[in-house]
């Protein structure tokens, strides 16, 4: 593994792949990232208490948290991932973000978000205690907070490659650079800092697509340029369209291939990563009211769906104007690989000024998913470990002081974990892997919890830990070549069997051990939830308080000064002088017309 | 920027603070894109060799942003304006 990296990255020396950046350039990234750290400076004034520092003061608007929800996904690996898999397939790539994601994102805010925001939990692993038991919360605890880390120093590892690449500084400058800018401004603002960068990283970004798309069309004669041109590189025209997309499933067979996309990528792989995953689920949660909370994963379905416009788009473009993607494509021998796509066309069609704006939303996408870890990872540990655990009952200054320290400590480590992931060859295997290992046995149980109310307390943890051993087993089955399929179906096969293994052990130790009573499971499962608490009627904002008395930060939601915020902040998006209640407010609504907007996009590019 | 806005005191030890409400984020974004499209414009109008122009198919790319990028400030600046963080009530 060591060595395939070294080779490549010796390899990667000779294209010279350095951006032909100005003073200019850097201009746009320096104002960028004071902005940045002004953000961080002035969202410390908010912080009053470890809820504001963790959860934001569950305080936020509706597009804010949408925006954050949708830029937390948008990291660097996302970008360059998905524009190489632009350049080498094509259109199929959109399965990853309209049936790999849409439907997923609704059914959490339609769905889901009652239960989530409802339970007045705090995180995922918190919702967990209160379904199952303490020890599910501190299982899938540990375990999140463990991903956590290891994803965050994946995150940095490809910043560091990319400025080591871009720009020329040694891994191990850019590395603690980057970990030092995104922890400074996580440390002073907590989670209002990483939401409010991540709608600024979002906006930065759609500011590095759009221009590049515009130009990329104007140099290959538009669309209809790109198409001729495509077409008459491998693997062909079926590049211009994304059904039955064998070219992506390497599944040859075109029925078994939609069937697998819709099965695969559109329920295991996309249900368990965008209802389970604490990082999207956080942003949600840290909206002011129930109906904010709910529209945030519809919300981030618009740009969802739209932003592969911007991004397979120009990862084709890529495939015909860069003459080494080209040869790549023709199967000719080269020293790039598609993962340089972006980059390769930055430097193609960008002139320098707005070159510089790219690169500060390159920068922007790293950040955005690193900053998102290191937050969610503050959540979890704070609350679920040291607060529910290790030292209940201390003064909520003590918990805000351990968020700040933990914010730290999650960087240091990440710089660590940093190293883990250079020995991987392939950054999305290693993604992939650990994506089966903790989020497929955990969907498992959140599933089946949610809709079963004999599962017990103790299948919930026994559960989740065989699900994660059974991914491990085949994960190792697979990279020792017992069993002989791609890295890429490896993950997928180790996700099928966490869940599978998961779900079984669940349903057998429930029926052997005493489950909750029903008393207990009220506004957890969904048949002890009367319809009003999951339907319309919660998304009524102002009525949520009533709703679930008790509840810290629902509670007295209803009366004006509550109103006029809600109307007046999260306003713009949403018209003058309307109740949060009008129509084109409802989760339900909004979820429909994505769902229509993903179905005309299909049907362009069946 | 407007200041935060004050909310109705709490009992629970957990409630939301009255600083919850931050700074006015829309202000920011109208801020960066201003300052962006300003400067592409610049460069666009004056600055930009014909090499440069040639890299994006002939469009004035840098202009077109800036261009792009002002009319965003602008229009998140009157979403501000109009719709402005309210104003914090005497506690």
């Known amino acids: 593994m060591l060595t395939e990296t070294m080779l490549s990255e010796t390899v990667l020396a000779q294209t010279d792949l350095r951006l032909n950046t100005t003073a200019l350039d850097y201009f746009f990234v320096i104002f960028y990232f004071v902005l940045v750290l002004g953000i961080g400076v002035m969202a410390r004034r908010s912080i009053a208490s470890s809820l504001d520092f963790l959860l934001s003061g569950r305080a936020l608007p509706a597009w804010v948290t949408g925006l954050a929800f949708i830029s937390a996904n948008l990291g660097a690996i996302e970008l360059i991932g998905m524009m190489a898999n632009g350049a080498q397939y094509g259109i199929p790539t959109v399965h990853y973000y309209w049936i790999g994601a849409i439907p997923a994102m609704v059914f959490l805010g339609i769905v889901m978000m009652p239960f989530y925001y409802g339970s007045k939990a705090r995180s995922v692993p ?384 429930s029926t052997v051990t005493t489950p909750k009573p029903d008393s207990d499971l009220v506004g957890l499962v969904w048949a002890l939830t009367p319809r009003g608490r999951r339907g319309k009627a919660v998304a009524e904002g102002a009525g949520v308080g009533g709703e679930f008395p008790g509840g810290p930060a629902a509670g007295g939601r209803g009366d004006v000064v509550a109103e006029r915020r809600a109307v007046g902040v999260s306003a713009g998006l949403e018209g003058p002088d309307e109740e949060e209640g009008a129509w084109w407010q409802s989760p339900v609504v909004l979820g429909a017309i994505v769902l229509v907007l993903t179905l005309v996009l299909y049907l362009m590019f069946w | 920027m407007s200041e935060s806005e004050e909310r109705p005191p709490f009992d629970h030890a957990e409630a939301p603070s009255a600083a919850s409400q931050l700074f006015d984020l829309r202000t920011i974004i109208a801020l960066l894109f201003a300052v962006y499209g300003i400067v592409l414009i610049v460069q666009g109008l004056f600055f930009d060799s014909e090499a440069e122009i040639a890299k994006a198919g002939g469009i004035h790319i840098n202009l077109w942003s800036g261009i792009g990028m002002v009319v965003v400030a602008v229009l998140f600046v009157i979403w501000a304006q109009m719709r402005p963080l309210v104003p914090p009530s005497e506690r």
């Open chain 1, 126 to 509: 918190e919702f967990l205690r209160m379904r199952f038991n303490k020890t599910t919360q501190r299982v899938n605890g540990i375990t999140f907070a463990l991903a956590a880390v290891l994803i965050a120093g994946v995150n940095l590892y490809a910043l560091g490659l990319v400025l080591e690449a871009l720009l020329g500084w040694s891994l191990a400058l850019a590395i603690p650079v980057a970990a030092l800018v995104v922890l400074s401004y996580t440390f002073l603002g907590g989670l209002n800092a990483a939401i409010y960068n991540e709608v600024l990283q979002f906006f930065v970004i759609l500011a590095l697509l759009i221009p590049l798309t515009v130009a990329g069309l104007a140099r290959v004669g538009g669309w209809d340029g790109l198409s001729a041109q495509v077409s008459g590189l491998p693997p062909g025209p079926e590049q211009l369209s994304a059904w039955p997309g064998t070219t992506l499933t390497e599944i040859a067979n075109p029925f078994l291939s939609v069937l697998g996309i819709v099965f695969g990528l559109g329920f295991v792989l996309s249900f368990g990563y965008w209802t389970t995953n604490f990082a999207e689920v956080q942003r949600a949660l840290s909206a002011r009211n129930m109906s904010a909370a709910r529209r945030t994963p519809i919300i981030a379905a618009f740009p969802k769906a739209l932003i592969p416009l911007v991004i397979v788009i120009p990862g084709m473009i890529a495939g015909v104007l860069v003459p080494q993607l080209t040869t790549l494509k023709e199967g000719g021998a080269t020293d790039v690989t598609y993962n340089n796509a972006l980059s390769l066309l930055m430097n193609e069609v960008l002139p320098n000024g707005i070159l510089g704006v790219a690169l500060a939303g390159l920068l922007a996408s790293f950040m955005a998913g690193m900053a998102a870890n290191i937050s969610s990872l503050n959540t979890v540990f704070t609350y679920d470990l040291w607060q529910d655990w290790v030292r209940p009952g201390r003064p909520d200054e003590y918990y805000l002081r351990i968020g700040r320290m933990v914010t730290v400590v999650g960087c240091l480590l990440a710089i660590g974990t940093a190293a883990i992931a250079g020995q991987y060859a392939n950054l999305m295997d290693y993604i992939q892997a650990l994506f089966s290992f903790f989020n497929a046995p955990l969907f498992a149980i959140f599933i089946l919890g949610l809709f079963w109310k004999r599962m017990t307390g103790t299948a919930g943890w026994t559960g989740l830990i065989s699900g994660t051993v059974a991914a491990v087993i085949v994960d190792s089955l697979v990279r020792g070549g017992v069993i002989p399929v791609s890295s890429q179906a490896g993950s997928f096969l180790g996700a099928s069997a966490a869940f599978v293994v998961g779900i079984a052990v669940a349903v057998v130790v």
